[in-house]
């Protein structure tokens, strides 16, 4: 079965700290691979994404993802949190196909403290 | 940077009633995309939208969901018969059609109550 799991449901991290925030999928076929994050109110934002080629992947805000196949993961890291990182951040995967749905994990809750 | 637009941003309406809730894509995408997010879980896909007609819909998107493209611009998804249940925070999304590639790109979302 397709499927994303992001093991942690929370995570609190001080602010200046390095974060990394865990993605395992089960995918039939070759994935695409995608960082959303949703801050409070708002939409979701594609931090980045991976299709093919090199296995680590920098996004906007600083973020960075690296798709390693013989773990069948995609870990979201970044070098140093700031406060305005406190969001809700969703892993994704879907089919090289255009037009096909993402499957979404349950998402990771991220906290800063000062 | 062009981006997806949804109205309205929140809407309250009674259980039994219809809604319909409004979306504008990326001008240049072509597929088109409907998902609901429930409070507290996950982000799930209801139906994708290709050349004026439903090319992929899940288990949740029954009978009582309906998509259409009404003109050249808008997007939208139609709820008969509202139900508890259906509150929900509903993403529209699109994504511009180069073969291989799959950037779905999404809007703020409407957020549904049903009392």
């Known amino acids: 079965a397709q499927s994303v799991t992001q093991p942690d449901i929370h995570i609190t991290v001080s602010e200046g700290a390095s974060l990394e925030l865990r993605c395992n999928y089960s995918?039939?076929?070759?994935?695409?691979l995608f960082w959303y994050v949703q801050s409070p109110g708002q939409g979701l934002q594609l931090l980045l994404k991976?299709?093919?080629?090199?296995?680590l992947v920098q996004g906007i805000k600083g973020f960075e993802a690296e798709f390693k196949r013989s773990q069948s993961s995609f870990n979201l890291r970044k070098p140093s949190v700031h406060w305005s990182d406190a969001a809700e951040y969703f892993c994704a995967v879907g089919a090289r196909q255009a037009g096909t749905a993402l499957i979404f994990g349950k998402g990771t809750t991220l906290s800063v403290s000062s | 940077e062009p981006e997806v637009t949804q109205t309205p941003s929140h809407q309250v309406t009674q259980m039994g009633q219809e809604v319909i809730l409004r979306c504008v894509p990326i001008?240049?995408?072509?597929?088109f995309y409907w998902y609901r997010q429930i409070l507290g879980q996950k982000v799930e896909f209801l139906v994708s939208f290709y050349n004026n007609e439903i090319s992929e819909k899940s288990e949740i998107f029954d009978d009582q969901f309906s998509v259409e493209r009404p003109d050249g611009s808008n997007f939208t998804l139609k709820i008969r018969s509202t139900k508890l249940e259906d509150s929900a925070m509903y993403f529209c999304?699109?994504?511009?059609?180069?073969?291989?590639?799959?950037?779905?790109?999404f809007g703020e979302g409407s957020w549904l109550t049903v009392v």
């Open positions: 999304a699109s994504s511009e059609n180069r073969g291989a590639g799959n950037t779905i790109y």
């Open positions: 995918y039939g076929a070759t994935p695409y």
């Open positions: 001008s240049n995408h072509l597929y």
């Open positions: 991976y299709f093919s080629g090199d296995t």
